[in-house]
């Protein structure tokens, strides 16, 4: 990484100041926005023409994650290269890396696209982070499938590498159910975790720099419908303020212990203890900017797609202050669809009614259509008050004829 920091609108290798990204989907987008706010010139490399950066950005590099054509055109124009998703072939950041500034490392990524190494690393960290992953067992061979322990069933399965929104995943009870499972996943490289009873699930984004300080947002807490994010909320109220320091330490250790530059989210379990108190257990991380996070952009004196650009660039990382109590609620492609039948044709869903509720802010992503499951946009609430956001929040949910904010979090 540089010592002195890439100003905007200074010099780079190729004209004014660029910032490079791998991937070009949302993450990539809001990381796009918060540099070019800032006077950065950017470039996107994503296979695919219409991708959401690519569609905002200067340069739009249209060649695969591990084509070195690719990566040339992206180091001819780029000072600087991030990611925005956990799956970019950890070589292509290595090698980018020979040429340019990369951030977060491939290293740091390898292990987080890996459930079996993330898990071991936050073993490996136990000791100064004071959480430890959920009981798993690796399972790459019918004998590790055989050997595998009835303590951890009820489990859940899921793919080593390259799961996201709950896809990849079985829940199985029995051995027989744990067989087909794997069978069904192609007896790929997987993990079996026990499932635990959740209380509530939290996640913490920090944001370290080159030189090792790091700065942590207030933690979110996050409820899931059918394996996706639903709803993030942060205010008082939402987490036990010890609980959240706990969060934001752990989360700080196992940055630290990586050697991570860049923006990392952890996501935690909530469970009891035990003794009926609440403990946490960290579930995995993600390499960059985290759904979770995007309250952030309207509720935090910088963003922590700012704090991307800003670890990137070795600008400042000042503690980020939150100046308004938050919620987001994620906008799926489901909401096209109010009669819930995806064969007939999409409506827009009524933005107007949802924007005239005061401290809306309505992010959508330029997808060009619509699908269920499929992540849109995302609303972020804001308010004078928690009661206010509450309230807020509940009339967006009813005006988009989504589950109650009561329904959500039973
Ligand atoms: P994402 O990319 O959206 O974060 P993912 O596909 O990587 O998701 P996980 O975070 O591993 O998947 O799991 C998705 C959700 O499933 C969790 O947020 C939690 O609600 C539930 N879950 C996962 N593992 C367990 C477990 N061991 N016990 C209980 N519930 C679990
Ligand atoms: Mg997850």
């Known amino acids: 990484m540089s010592q002195t920091p890439l100003l905007p609108g200074s010099t780079g290798v190729n004209g004014p100041v660029t910032l490079g990204v791998m991937g070009g989907g949302q993450l990539g ?8 706010a800032m006077g950065y010139f950017t470039a996107v490399l994503d296979p695919n023409p219409q991708s959401p950066a690519g569609l905002i950005s200067h340069h739009h590099i249209a060649t695969a994650y591990d084509d070195p054509t690719g990566w040339q055109a992206l180091c001819a124009v780029a000072d600087a290269i991030t990611t925005e998703f956990e799956n970019v072939p950890s070589q292509a950041l290595m090698a980018l890396a020979e040429q340019r500034s990369v951030a977060p490392s491939g290293a740091c990524v390898a292990v987080a696209q890996d459930r079996v190494q993330e898990k071991n690393h936050f073993n490996a960290c136990a000791g100064v982070s004071g959480v430890r992953p959920a009981p798993f067992a690796a399972i790459e061979t019918g004998e590790q499938l055989a050997a595998v322990p009835d303590a951890l069933l009820p489990g859940i399965l899921k793919t080593s590498r390259m799961g996201y929104d709950g896809k990849g995943q ?33 996640s913490v984004i920090v944001a370290r720099g080159a030189d090792g300080h790091t700065v942590a947002f207030p933690v979110q807490k996050n409820t899931h419908r059918d394996g996706i994010l639903a709803l993030t909320e942060v205010h008082d109220g939402a987490v036990n303020p010890e609980l959240a320091q706990r969060a934001q330490a752990s989360t700080r250790a196992l940055a630290q212990h990586l050697g991570y530059v860049g923006v990392l989210c952890v996501e935690y379990f909530v469970v009891d203890d035990g003794t009926g108190r609440d403990t946490l257990v960290v579930n995995e ?10 309250y952030t952009q309207n509720a935090c004196s910088y963003s922590q797609f700012e704090a991307q ?8 990382l000042p503690e980020p202050e939150q100046h308004s109590p938050a919620t987001m609620i994620n906008l799926l492609g489901d909401l096209w669809w109010p009669q819930g039948d995806a064969r007939a044709a999409p409506t827009t869903p009524p933005w107007d009614q949802v924007l005239a509720l005061p401290g809306t802010h309505l992010h959508l992503y330029g997808k060009l259509s619509a699908r269920p499951g499929r992540k849109m946009g995302h609303l972020n609430i804001t308010g004078t008050s928690v009661a206010q956001v509450r309230q807020t929040t509940a009339h967006a949910l009813a005006i988009l004829g989504l589950p109650s904010l009561e329904t959500l979090a039973a």
């Open 29 to 36: 987008r809001m990381f796009v926005q918060a540099a070019q």
């Open 170 to 202: 079985a829940r199985v009870n029995t051995r027989e159910a744990l067989a087909q499972a794997w069978q069904r996943l192609g007896q790929v490289p997987c993990v079996l975790e026990q499932r635990l009873a959740l209380r509530s699930e939290l």
């Open 285 to 294: 991380m993600a390499p960059r900017p985290h759904n979770s996070g995007h």
């Open 309 to 316: 650009v800003r670890a990137l660039v070795g600008l400042p």
